[in-house]
């Protein structure tokens, strides 16, 4: 994981030296080179209690599958439409299908988008 920037270096390596699993709980010296830490909550995860687990530490950021869902999410709302937008493609098909049309600029002038 990747120290956050208000935290202290100490305070850093405190809390990687006692970080459990947010698996299995537990938090043990042997296998603290298999605890991968969420670049994004800075949660710990044993490679080894992952579903399906994994045999290399990954290349670059690592994400939990909680954080990779929440980052999805994130995504898909940036890319929906705004609900203006999607009114206005119902009432242009609408308008299309009684056999009026109305502009794009007509749209805009209407809903100031």
């Known amino acids: 994981g990747v120290k956050p920037q208000d935290v ?9 030296d006692n970080l459990p699993c947010s698996i299995c709980g ?7 080179d298999k605890l991968l830490i969420c670049d994004l909550c800075q949660e ?14 990954p290349q670059g950021q690592w994400y939990c599958e909680k954080c990779v869902i929440k980052k999805e999410e994130e995504e898909n709302v940036k890319k929906r439409k705004n609900p203006l937008e ?5 009432y242009d098909m609408a308008r299309k299908k ?7 600029y007509d749209i805009k002038k209407i809903t100031g988008y």
């Open 98 to 104: 009684r056999g009026k049309t109305i502009s794009k």
């Open 26 to 32: 537990e938090s043990a010296e042997d296998d603290e």
């Open 8 to 16: 202290d270096e100490k305070d850093w390596e405190n809390k990687l």
């Open 44 to 57: 710990g995860f044993h490679m080894f209690c992952l579903d399906p687990p994994l045999e290399e530490v």
């Open 86 to 90: 999607m009114n206005r493609k119902f």
